[in-house]
Every structure is written in structure tokens, then in C-alpha cells.
């Protein structure tokens, strides 16, 4: 069993649900990010999603963007992502972290260090999942079979907008969980609509077996909990990463943390 699925294994157990943020690697400080990951950990994160800086993020609004620019401008490629996992794992070896991006860095990647190095190196890091916002199902049969091979699972996104085929499709070779945007539009949104939710969950559930996260347009302790009444849990990113923006260096990492605990706190009490 694979870290995330014991994750949500054990959530479930409890009648929990995961609370999984969103940070971009090396925003806004690369040397506190492995800092901030540990103290979102200690604050509530049952799963951490570490953005892969990309210089044309598609699915991302202005918020992920400008802390995507903001990490590219201090150097952060795969390389330094991979390693800011290894110094996590020297401080936390149970919370999972998903790295989530684009194509071009994963496909970069492999150009530059041999064919299938990011999977090989994502895995000996200490990686549980890859979400790549633009692999769809029908080309990724291959890709998901060499990351289950190295112990790690491939994550997709579901839409409003994603078909029944689309949702059978995912089903098939998805891993670890599901993550739903709740809106059509970018991150950042604040447009959610929780009872168009509660009516997609469970029609996903017909199709995918893995656990459904709910991500875009969360940003407090009472969308997470509206939210998490409907799904297996929620997603936060934006809102995290403007809170980091208006840190000091020494700051980020606590501020992190009692955002975690809060919306943490408010899941618990579900």
C-alpha cells in the first residue's frame, strides 16, 4: 500500500477527511521551503502538493502564477524540488507529498539526465504521487505503469466539464485519489459553488475507486468544511500562497502552520 492510500486508509477510519495544500516549490523563499512543508505537516496536512514552477502554468490563475515566476526568477527547477523533498523526508517520513506541474519540466528533465530518470529520482527523493496537469489518461497508460513500479501513484484532475467517458477513462489508471476543481476557471476563483459539488462527487464515485479531493475557490475554514461534507477531502492552494507572500523568512513557516491548524480544526469538527 502506497503512502497516500494508507493516508486516506486511516482517515477514513476515523471518519476524517484529508486536508491537502497546495505550496509552489522555492516561493517565496527557497530556503524556507522545506520549513514550510514541515510545519504545514505539523499543522494538519494529511498530504502536501508541491507545485513544480512552470513558466506557462495553464490551469493556474494569478496568484500560482506570480509565485511560479517568483521561484523560476531564484533558480528552482526539478532538480531543486527533488532535492527540498529529500531534506523533508530527513524531518518527516509519514506525511506524502505529490509534486505537481506541467509536462515540460518532467519531459525536460528526462532530456537532460536519461529516459525515465524523473520517475527513478522523484521515487529514491521520497515522492508518493505525480499530478501532471497536462497528461490525459489515453497517453499516460505507460507513464502510470513505470511510476507504479517505482511505488508511486498518478493523480489526475476531473472537471465539471469531464465526461462520463472522461471519468471511466481516469478510473482506470488512476491512483492514490482524484482531484476534482470544483469551478471552470483557473486557481484562484472564488466562485464555488458547493451544491454543484455534492451533485459531482458521487457520480465521479461511480467510475473512480480511489478517494476524491475538491480543489479551486477553497479558502477558509467554512468552504473547507462545506466542502468537505461532500468529498474525502479539500485542497487548498491560493489562499496558502497569498498568506505566504505577505511573510518575512522568519515568519513563513509558522504562518503556514496556524492556517494549516485552523482549517484543520474546522475538518475535525465535521
Same mark, same amino acid.
Given at each position: 500500500m502506497s503512502r497516500i492510500a494508507a493516508t486516506f486508509a486511516?482517515?477514513?477510519?476515523? /471518519?476524517?477527511?484529508?486536508?491537502?495544500?497546495?505550496?509552489?516549490? /522555492? #516561493?517565496?523563499?527557497? #530556503?524556507?521551503?522545506?520549513?514550510?512543508?514541515?510545519?504545514?505537516?505539523?499543522? /494538519?496536512?494529511?498530504?502536501i502538493e508541491l507545485g513544480v514552477p512552470f513558466s506557462d502554468p495553464m490551469a493556474d490563475g494569478p496568484v500560482i502564477q506570480k509565485a511560479a515566476e517568483r521561484a523560476l526568477a531564484q533558480g528552482i527547477g526539478m532538480a531543486q524540488v527533488l532535492d527540498f523533498v529529500r531534506q523533508f523526508r530527513l524531518g518527516n517520513q509519514t506525511t506524502p507529498v505529490v509534486l505537481m506541474g506541467y509536462a515540460n519540466p518532467v519531459e525536460r528533465?528526462?532530456?537532460? *539526465?536519461?529516459?525515465?530518470?524523473?520517475?527513478?529520482?522523484? $521515487?529514491?527523493?521520497?515522492? #508518493?504521487?505525480?499530478l501532471i496537469v497536462d497528461y490525459p489518461p489515453e497517453e499516460c497508460v505507460?507513464?502510470?505503469?513505470?511510476?507504479?513500479? *517505482? /511505488?508511486l501513484d498518478l493523480i489526475f484532475l476531473l472537471a465539471p466539464t469531464s465526461t462520463e467517458q472522461r471519468m471511466r477513462q481516469v478510473g482506470e489508471i488512476a491512483t492514490g485519489y482524484v482531484y476534482y476543481v470544483s469551478l471552470k476557471g483557473v486557481t484562484g476563483a472564488g466562485n464555488l459553488d458547493v451544491a454543484a459539488v455534492a451533485e $459531482?462527487?458521487?457520480?465521479?464515485?461511480? *467510475?473512480?475507486?480511489?478517494?476524491v479531493g475538491v480543489g479551486f475557490g477553497i479558502r477558509d475554514a467554512a468552504s473547507a468544511s462545506a466542502v468537505g461534507r461532500v468529498s474525502d477531502g479539500v485542497v487548498i492552494g491560493s489562499r496558502l500562497i497569498q498568506i505566504l507572500e505577505d511573510q518575512t523568512r522568519d515568519s513563513a513557516p509558522e504562518a503556514a502552520r496556524q492556517f494549516m491548524a485552523e482549517i484543520r480544526s474546522a475538518? #475535525? $469538527?465535521l
Open positions: 486511516a482517515l477514513q477510519q476515523s /471518519g476524517r477527511k484529508a486536508l491537502i495544500p497546495y505550496v509552489c516549490a /522555492g #516561493d517565496p523563499f527557497p #530556503d524556507r521551503t522545506v520549513e514550510v512543508m514541515l510545519a504545514l505537516a505539523d499543522g /494538519g496536512a494529511d498530504v528533465y528526462d532530456q537532460r *539526465h536519461g529516459p525515465l530518470r524523473f520517475v527513478k529520482d522523484a $521515487a529514491e527523493a521520497g515522492v #508518493d504521487g505525480v505507460e507513464f502510470s505503469a513505470t511510476l507504479k513500479a *517505482h /511505488g $459531482a462527487v458521487p457520480r465521479i464515485r461511480q *467510475h473512480v475507486k480511489v478517494p475538518l #475535525d $469538527a
